[in-house]
């Protein structure tokens, strides 16, 4: 088992910056392959950034590209998402997510795919003002 807390989201103006964190405990962290999704009121989960288990290979949804930054750190078992210039759209709930297969493999087409995640946290709430 994995247990992945989320914490740092709040309430911020359109064009300010949000840093959201995901502290992972349980399991090796290095073994696993993070992501960031979320969801917004009446809409689907959707993708946000993934990150591969050690080298560090990147990916965006072409929503966030050059506004977001995935990084991670494996010698503290966390997962950051830095938020630059915040859009009203940005609203959701966002969750961050663990993958073992995505750790072995690596590879984008999985890492925007929410059923490649076994491992979830319960979430934090970013809410841009107009």
């Known amino acids: 088992q994995v247990q992945l807390v989320e914490s740092g989201g709040g309430l911020v103006q359109a064009g300010g910056s949000l840093r959201l964190s995901c502290a992972a405990s349980?399991?090796?962290?290095?073994?696993?392959?993070m992501g960031w999704f979320r969801q917004a009121p009446g809409k689907e989960r959707e993708f946000v950034a993934a990150i591969s288990s050690t080298i560090g290979n990147s990916y965006y949804a072409d929503s966030v590209k050059g506004r977001f930054t995935i990084s991670r750190d494996n010698a503290k078992s966390t997962v950051a998402l830095q938020m630059n210039s915040l859009k009203p759209e940005d609203t959701a709930v966002y969750y961050c997510a663990a993958s073992a297969s995505l750790g072995r493999i690596w590879y984008r087409g999985g890492a925007s795919s929410s059923p490649r995640y076994e491992y979830w946290g319960q979430g934090t709430q970013v809410t841009v003002s107009s």
């Open positions: 349980g399991r090796t962290f290095s073994n696993y392959a």
